[in-house]
RNA sequence: UCCUCCUUAGCUCAGUUGGUUAGAGCACAUGACUGUUAAUCAUGGGGUCCUAGGUUCAAGCCCUAGAGGGGGAGCCA
């Protein structure tokens, strides 16, 4: 016989069954006792809203009641009701409850009451319990579903590129290696190196650090792709922007130029906001208020002028500021800051990268909007993006966002085969291994683009959280892969 | 990796110029209470003051090293 004829606490919210018999299966977030009633504040996890179930102790045994502690997880039939308190429009009547499952109130971690989210990092396996990371994955899910939701729509295809790879030519960072090698018997060559001939794939391999050459060659054949994965870098980066082990999502498109490319970006943006506006709204209503609390306790100069959900409409409903990166460095030299000499690294030249700072104070300070920076110096750019006309610069575009920096890197990939190939000798990317890459140009080549967007980095902006270790269930950063 | 701050009860924190038995709120337990909303009230239990050295008559407090964590920077998404 089936277990799990339960209703969610979601579904009762939405259509108000007052009169009919249900079973509720859930946890115990509070529970409050008198002589004559016990009222139990259960939560599903369907939704952030408690519901209240009410034990009167003649029908429920003093025994049973003893283990309806926070934390406990319990299955309860009983009957809806209109609530006699002012807190709910309804309530569920207790007939029979069963504890499914006990937790030890000595034991148990979790408190009704605030928790520091480094406290609950260290318990990430219950910390989902909290109203606060049950709000974040409710809306990370609603935000992966928008992802595939919106290329779906759009005719592109979802495309599973590899996680193990052999390239380790993209250029984005240090690799985690992947071998099957007995670690303390290295083989070696005659020459004393590691003979990977004699590991699984018969040469060296490493977890990716991007799908976008895949990607690449796939927008080449199915013209209009996404690529929506885990990415792996090793870089020892200590931040709360960074992560080993993230989720990254990657369009490629064929027949798209650079600015093609960041309205493709620009309306995806969008939209995944407005559906998240749309679809979590009980979710980010809490997590609205988080922020404000967060907020709040900052140093008034400190605090951002919107709320989080007027920040997410503000960004909905307003075009986001394009200017090159020749634009943004002029802006910059005349910036307040840089006159006064408040830049720790001050703008002299063109062609230096940008510092933290100085896109911080491009989006939150003069522009107070996303911002699309394009078409950098070649120097401090990948290999693979389109030489612009001007011979100094390429089309890449990076989208900045308030509060979170570079949320999208992307460009216009160069398709010419000469220029890509000149390219990589001035860069010393090797072209023997990266043959495929390169029969693209050879073969059948046009102008595309794309880009890479952090989703960790994404859910980051719509839930207001300040470190990307609690958007993502079981962060993993140097030093860190418990769980 | 660099800079900087932090580590005292299950959690969040206080702890005076180094000085007798280390405190509070919450949580937890017990009791009271005719419907509560993080209920309220009373009582109670609960400590390797991060670890290892050192200075001192005396260290939670000072010094050295280490571990763990926060924030910032770099790298990037």
Redesign the pocket.
């Known amino acids: 016989m089936a277990f799990n004829k339960r209703v969610k606490i979601k579904t009762i919210l939405d259509h108000h069954p007052i009169g009919t018999e249900v079973t509720l299966m859930g946890w115990v977030r509070?529970?409050?006792?008198?002589?004559?009633?016990s009222?139990i504040?259960l939560n599903d996890g369907s939704i952030i809203t408690n519901y209240?179930v009410?034990a009167?102790p003649n029908l429920i045994s003093e025994e049973i009641l003893?283990k309806c502690?926070?934390g406990a997880c319990l299955k309860i039939t009983g009957k809806i009701?209109e609530?006699?308190?002012?807190?709910?429009s309804s309530?569920l009547?207790a007939e029979i409850i069963e504890v499914l499952g006990e937790a030890d109130?000595?034991k148990y971690?979790l408190?009704?009451?605030?928790?520091?989210?480094?406290?609950l990092?260290?318990i990430a396996h219950l910390r989902m319990r909290t109203n606060t990371f049950g709000a974040v994955f409710r809306v990370r899910h609603a935000l992966a579903f928008a992802v595939n939701k919106y290329f779906n729509d759009k005719g592109f295809f979802y495309i599973h590129t590899p996680i193990i790879t052999a390239s380790d030519a993209e250029?984005?960072?240090e690799t985690f290696k992947v071998t099957t090698l007995d670690l303390h018997k290295l083989p070696k060559t005659d020459d004393g190196r590691i003979d990977f001939k004699q590991d699984f794939f018969e040469r060296e391999t490493n977890l990716t650090v991007?799908g976008q050459l895949e990607g690449e060659l796939a927008a080449m054949a199915l013209a209009e792709i996404y690529t929506f994965g885990p990415?792996f870098?090793a870089?020892?980066?200590?931040?709360?922007?960074?992560?080993?082990e993230?989720w990254?999502i990657e369009p490629e498109m064929a027949f798209y130029d650079a600015e093609d490319n960041q309205n493709l970006a620009e309306d995806f943006l969008k939209y995944v906001i407005r559906y998240a506006l749309e679809n979590c709204a009980e979710d980010l209503k809490f997590l609205d208020q988080r922020a404000a609390e967060e907020e709040s306790a900052k140093p008034a100069d400190q605090r951002s002028e919107l709320g989080l959900i007027e920040k997410l409409k503000f960004v909905v409903d307003n075009d986001f500021v394009r200017l090159t990166y020749t634009e943004a460095i002029d802006i910059l030299r005349n910036s307040n800051p840089n006159k006064k000499k408040k830049f720790?690294?001050l703008i002299e030249s063109w062609g230096t990268?940008l510092?933290?700072?100085h896109?911080?104070y491009l989006v939150e300070k003069h522009f107070k909007k996303p911002v699309i920076l394009t078409d950098y110096p070649k120097e401090?750019k990948?290999f693979y993006m389109r030489q612009n006309e001007d011979g100094k610069t390429v089309a890449a575009m990076?989208i900045l966002f308030p509060g979170i920096?570079?949320?999208?890197?992307g460009s216009q990939r160069e398709e010419r085969l000469d220029l890509l190939t000149k390219r990589m000798e001035e860069m010393n990317i090797p072209q023997e291994e990266m043959w495929w890459y390169l029969d693209t140009r050879r073969f059948g080549a046009t102008p595309h683009a794309g880009f890479?967007?952090?989703f960790?980095?994404m859910i980051l902006f719509v839930t207001g959280m300040?470190?990307?270790?609690d958007v993502i269930a079981f962060p993993r950063?140097?030093?860190?892969a418990e769980f």
Do not use: C, W
């Open positions: 509070t529970k409050r006792s008198n002589k004559n009633v009222f504040a209240q009410v009167d003893k502690t926070t009701v609530s006699q308190g002012a807190g709910q309530e009547n109130p000595e971690p408190q009704p009451k605030k928790h520091s989210l480094e406290f990092r260290e250029g984005a960072g991007s990415t870098r870089e020892n980066s200590n931040t709360t922007r960074h992560l080993a993230f990254m720790t690294y990268d510092q933290s700072e896109e911080r401090i990948s990076d920096g570079e949320i999208v890197g890479g967007l952090g960790e980095r300040s470190n990307i270790r950063t140097p030093g860190n």
